[in-house]
C-alpha cells in the first residue's frame, strides 16, 4: 500500500490480531542514560543480535493502550500517563534505563498521531498501541545488557475473546502459577507472559477461554487471569484482589474501582479473595485494556463446573463496562480527567 493512500480494513471482522500500520516510533538509550529523542519509521521488521539481552535473558517489558474515535469526533488516548507510570516501574525492575512517563506518553501521542487513519471508526474497535522496551545489546554472561530500544507499535483491534462479551468459560488453574511471591508478577515483563503460554493451550485444549491463577504460596487467593485482572460481586459489594505484588496493577481494575465506587456508589474492596468466595459470587467479570470488562460465566475449579449468574453478563459489569466504555468513548462526561484527545 502507498504511504498516501487510506488504508483497506474492513473494521467489522477485527479480531485481536495484527495489522500492520503506516508506522512506528524508535528511540535508544545506554544504560546509565536518560531516555531523548527517537523518531517515527516506517513499520518494518527490524534487525537484532542473536545475543540481544531481550532473547536471551527475557529483558524485556511491555505496555498495552487503546486510541478510541470519540463520539466528538475526537481521537482520544485513555489513561496513557498511568501506563507510563507502570512502564517506569516495569524498566525499573528489570534493570533497564528508567522510562520517564512524559516521554512516554509524547511517544505515543506522536505514533497515534502518524497512524491515525489506522484508528477504527467510532463503535468499532481501537487502535491498540503496544509501547516496548527490549534490551537490544548483545550479551553473554547474565546481566542487564547495554543499551535499550523503545518502540511504540500499533495495530486496528475488535475484540479480544473472538465471542466479544460473550461470557468466559475460565478454569481455576492448580497446576502452574502466573507469578511468585516477591518475583515480577507486578511487572509487565515479557517473562510473565511466556510462563502462562504452557497453562493456557492446556486450558483451551480442554475447552476453556483462559486460567484464574491462584496466589503461588498458599494456593488458596485468587490472583488474576493470563492477560486481566479479576473482580467478583455478592451482596452489594464490588472485590477485587489486593495487589499483593505478584499481581499486575491494571489501569483498567483501578479505573473500574473508581468507577464503581465514585459514580456507582458501590461499596469497592481491594481484599483477599478465596476460591469459594469467588465461586459463590453473584457476579465475575475480568478487566483489562485489551478485555475492557467481560463476564466470566462458568468457572471449573478441581474438575466441578459453577455457573455464574446462570452464564449471563451480570447487572453491576453491565453498568460498570457501559459507564467506562462510555467515557472512553467521550459519550458520557469524564469526571475524571482520564480521556486525552490527540487530533
Ligand atoms: N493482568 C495482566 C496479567 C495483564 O496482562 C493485563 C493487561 O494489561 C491486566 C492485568 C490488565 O491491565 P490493564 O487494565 O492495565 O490493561
Ligand atoms: C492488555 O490488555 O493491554 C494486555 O497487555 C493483555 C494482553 C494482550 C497481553
Redesign the pocket.
Known amino acids: 500500500m502507498s504511504l498516501d493512500t487510506k488504508p483497506n480494513i474492513d473494521w467489522d471482522s477485527l479480531g485481536?490480531n495484527v495489522t500492520e500500520t503506516k508506522s512506528m516510533f524508535r528511540s535508544t538509550c545506554a544504560i546509565g542514560e536518560k531516555w531523548s529523542g527517537g523518531d517515527l519509521i516506517p513499520y518494518s521488521d527490524i534487525s537484532l543480535s542473536p545475543f540481544a539481552g531481550v532473547l536471551n535473558y527475557g529483558q524485556g517489558v511491555?505496555?498495552?493502550?487503546k486510541a478510541f474515535r470519540s463520539s466528538k469526533g475526537n481521537v482520544v488516548l485513555f489513561r496513557a500517563d498511568m501506563n507510563g507510570k507502570r512502564m517506569a516501574f516495569s524498566t525499573r525492575r528489570i534493570c533497564m534505563p528508567e522510562m520517564d512517563p512524559d516521554f512516554f506518553v509524547d511517544a505515543v501521542i506522536k505514533t497515534v498521531k502518524d497512524n491515525i487513519d489506522y484508528v477504527p471508526p467510532y463503535g468499532r474497535g481501537s487502535l491498540?498501541i503496544r509501547p516496548v522496551v527490549w534490551g537490544t545489546a548483545p550479551i553473554l554472561g547474565v546481566s542487564p545488557t547495554s543499551e535499550y530500544t523503545f518502540m511504540v507499535i500499533v495495530s486496528p483491534v475488535g475484540p479480544?475473546f473472538k465471542e466479544g462479551i460473550k461470557p468466559l468459560n475460565l478454569k481455576v488453574n492448580t497446576d502452574y502459577h502466573r507469578a511468585a511471591p516477591k518475583g515480577i508478577g507486578n511487572a509487565?515483563a515479557i517473562g510473565n507472559?511466556s510462563a502462562s503460554l504452557f497453562p493456557l493451550m492446556e486450558a483451551k485444549a480442554e475447552g476453556f477461554d483462559e486460567n484464574i491463577y491462584l496466589d503461588a504460596k498458599d494456593e488458596k487467593f485468587v490472583e488474576e487471569l493470563g492477560?486481566?485482572n479479576v473482580f467478583i460481586y455478592k451482596d452489594g459489594v464490588l472485590k477485587t484482589p489486593a495487589l499483593n505484588g505478584s499481581i499486575l496493577g491494571g489501569i483498567?481494575r483501578q479505573s473500574v474501582c473508581q468507577v464503581a465506587s465514585d459514580i456507582l456508589g458501590i461499596t469497592v474492596k481491594e481484599t483477599e479473595i478465596t476460591v469459594d468466595d469467588l465461586l459463590s459470587a453473584e457476579e465475575v467479570f475480568c478487566t483489562?485494556?485489551?478485555?475492557v470488562v467481560t463476564p466470566v460465566g462458568r468457572i471449573t475449579y478441581q474438575g466441578k463446573t459453577t455457573e455464574i449468574n446462570q452464564n449471563q453478563m451480570g447487572p453491576i459489569a453491565k453498568k460498570i463496562r457501559e459507564m467506562l466504555v462510555g467515557i472512553q468513548r467521550e459519550e458520557i462526561e469524564d469526571p475524571f480527567g482520564w480521556v486525552l484527545p490527540v487530533n
Open positions: 485481536f511491555f505496555e498495552g493502550v491498540y479480544y509487565k507472559y492477560s486481566a483498567t483489562g485494556t485489551a478485555v
